[in-house]
T-cell receptor
Framework: QKEVEQNSGPLSVPEGAIASLNCTYS??????FFWYRQYSGKSPELIMS????GDKEDGRFTAQLNKASQYVSLLIRDSQPSDSATYLC???????????FGKGNQVVVIP | GAVVSQHPSWVICKSGTSVKIECRSL??????MFWYRQFPKQSLMLMAT?????????EQGVEKDKFLINHASLTLSTLTVTSAHPEDSSFYIC????????????FGPGTRLTVL
């Protein structure tokens, strides 16, 4: 089993709709979870971090964490064409803050 | 805040030459810097973790003699790809974390290396 799995294929959503992305991880001792956005040809940009079970909202983004199920998700409300990018889920691997990344989910927002 | 720069943004070199990439934290002191490599359509793969003043810790399968990392100050880390070959062509990205928000990593813009 991979450390961090993002299994969904490209996600197409109409402008204004909600985009939902899922991520599972294998290491139960992981404590820190992140969502990064990466535009084509660019480096990742941190958009959300979450450390406790439950929901965390920041603007149009909501991260949800369930440590018992080893599951973290990201919701993008009122999707905009500028949200079209690849979203990477990252999980810390140990106390040194090393991160393991999922392969990413491409989101395409259709105007 | 939390700005990380990389230089150069792209480089083309001949096979067998060495290339140095610089990573700088511009507005914070980076206690730890990380180097990643990303091949097209793939995710980021951590190559090594670098703490200021100490030797880098390399991930399994990464040749430390080929990818030399120096972290001489709290704002600068360098990655040198020695004797580069075409298979080393990739997008190299550094990130940095600070003592005040150590769990979050902030990424530089990346360096695209092409080895002919």
């Amino acid at each position: 089993q991979k450390e961090v799995e993002q299994n969904s294929g490209p996600l197409s959503v109409p402008e204004g709709a909600i985009a939902s992305l899922n991520c599972t991880y294998s290491d139960r001792v992981s404590q820190s979870f992140f969502w990064y956005r990466q535009y084509s040809g660019k480096s990742p940009e941190l958009i959300m971090s979450i450390y406790s079970n439950g929901d965390k909202e920041d603007g149009r983004f909501t991260a949800q964490l369930n440590k018992a199920s080893q599951y973290v998700s990201l919701l993008i409300r009122d999707s905009q064409p500028s949200d079209s990018a690849t979203y990477l889920c990252a999980v810390n691997r140990d106390g040194n803050n090393r991160l393991a990344f999922g392969k990413g989910n491409q989101v395409v927002v259709i105007p | 805040g939390a700005v990380v720069s990389q230089h150069p943004s792209w480089v083309i070199c001949k096979s067998g030459t060495s290339v140095k990439i610089e990573c700088r934290s511009l507005d914070f002191q980076a206690t730890t810097m990380f180097w990643y490599r990303q091949f097209p359509k793939q995710s980021l793969m951590l190559m090594a973790t670098s703490n200021e003043g100490s030797k880098a810790t390399y991930e399994q399968g990464v040749e430390k003699d080929k990818f030399l990392i120096n972290h001489a100050s709290l704002t600068l880390s360098t990655l040198t790809v020695t004797s580069a070959h075409p298979e080393d062509s990739s997008f190299y990205i550094c990130s940095a974390s600070s003592g005040t928000s150590a769990r979050e990593q902030f990424f530089g813009p990346g360096t695209r290396l092409t080895v002919l």
